[in-house]
């Protein structure tokens, strides 16, 4: 018996695309607030050290590009 026999009798129509950007709005929401926690952690702990500084510089723009390309991504989609 196939477990995905009845899927097309959902009362709401579900699409591919709705659900990703579904998924990217979870991730980000999350995403923003395990950095938070992390940059606190960074800037009350690091005791302005220059590395740490670095450190945050580099999180913050490999991110925003992670973050950027998978947008791109999925307005394409």
Known sequence: ?????????????????EVLWGFFGVFIIVYVVISAILLFHWRRYGMNNKNIIFAEAIFLVVSLSLFGI???????F
Request: aromatic share 8%.
């Open 1 to 17: 018996m196939n477990p995905f026999a009845n899927i097309s009798k959902l009362p709401l129509p579900v699409e591919g695309k």
């Open 70 to 76: 998978a947008f791109a991504t999925l307005s394409n």
